[in-house]
């Protein structure tokens, strides 16, 4: 962090911890142009800063998993591809794992389809890709059909749809799905996994 305005160094220090990334705090005039280390700073500051990899701090507003999907695009642009991947493990708990540049940036569980929905919606809009694809499982269609029309009606945009074949991505763990580590552990292996592909389109487009 190179800031030296304490509103936006509270903002940084606060997410990063909630993020459990680690960091290290200079000044702006501090920096070099050798340093390969990721800036965050304001918009004020930022002309003091001879890099390119450099996140300002309202790009801190964002819900977190954009904020760390934005940084994943700052280190891996240009050795990953922008692809932006979302793997659904659908039923009573819904396993949620997101990669962008090949890292994974989310691995979580819902128990709500409209806020998995809201939240999916969020990490569409919030990040650029050349592709998007959601993969869901199809251990439940009534639920992974539910979830790809709530999406298609409120994701204004195209994005790539597969349905997964879920055997085998449902492994046995210790203290049996303690909070929920097989529905993530599921959703993750179906990012992985190919299936049957199409693209949707915006209702808007289609009519």
Same mark, same amino acid.
Do not use: W
């Given at each position: 962090m190179a800031t *030296?305005?304490g509103r +936006?160094?509270?903002?940084?220090?606060?997410?990063?911890k909630?993020l459990?990334?680690?960091?290290?705090?200079v000044?702006?005039?501090?920096? @070099?142009s +050798?340093?390969?280390?990721l800036?965050?700073?304001t918009? /004020?500051?930022?002309?003091k800063?001879?890099?390119?990899?450099?996140?300002l701090d &309202?790009?801190?507003?964002y819900?977190?998993t954009i904020?760390?999907?934005?940084i994943?695009?700052? %280190?891996e642009?240009g050795?990953h591809? +922008?692809s932006?991947i979302?793997?659904? &493990?659908?039923?009573n708990?819904?396993?949620?794992?997101v990669?962008?540049?090949?890292k994974?940036i989310?691995s979580?569980?819902?128990t709500? *389809?409209?806020?998995?929905? +809201?939240?999916?919606?969020k990490i %569409?809009?919030?990040l650029?890709?050349?592709?998007?694809?959601?993969?869901v499982g199809n251990?439940?269609?009534?639920?992974?059909?539910q979830?790809t029309n709530?999406?298609?009606?409120?994701f204004?945009s195209?994005?790539?749809?597969?349905?997964?074949?879920e055997?085998?991505t449902?492994?046995? *763990?210790?203290n049996?799905?303690k /909070?929920?580590i097989? &529905?993530k552990?599921s959703a993750?292996?179906i @990012?992985?996994?190919?299936g049957?592909?199409?693209?949707?389109?915006?209702?808007?487009r289609?009519g």
């Amino acid at each position: 962090m190179a800031t *030296v305005y304490g509103r +936006s160094y509270f903002k940084f220090v606060n997410i990063l911890k909630n993020l459990k990334l680690d960091y290290d705090s200079v000044l702006p005039e501090e920096i @070099t142009s +050798s340093d390969r280390r990721l800036i965050l700073t304001t918009v /004020r500051e930022s002309s003091k800063i001879p890099s390119n990899l450099v996140l300002l701090d &309202d790009e801190f507003d964002y819900d977190p998993t954009i904020v760390r999907g934005r940084i994943a695009q700052k %280190l891996e642009s240009g050795i990953h591809g +922008s692809s932006l991947i979302i793997g659904i &493990d659908p039923g009573n708990r819904i396993g949620l794992s997101v990669f962008y540049y090949e890292k994974e940036i989310e691995s979580s569980i819902y128990t709500s *389809v409209d806020d998995l929905i +809201s939240h999916i919606v969020k990490i %569409l809009v919030g990040l650029n890709a050349e592709r998007k694809v959601v993969k869901v499982g199809n251990g439940n269609m009534q639920i992974a059909k539910q979830i790809t029309n709530l999406l298609n009606l409120r994701f204004c945009s195209h994005f790539e749809l597969e349905f997964v074949d879920e055997r085998r991505t449902s492994l046995r *763990v210790k203290n049996y799905n303690k /909070r929920g580590i097989r &529905d993530k552990l599921s959703a993750r292996y179906i @990012t992985q996994r190919e299936g049957y592909r199409h693209l949707v389109l915006p209702l808007s487009r289609i009519g």
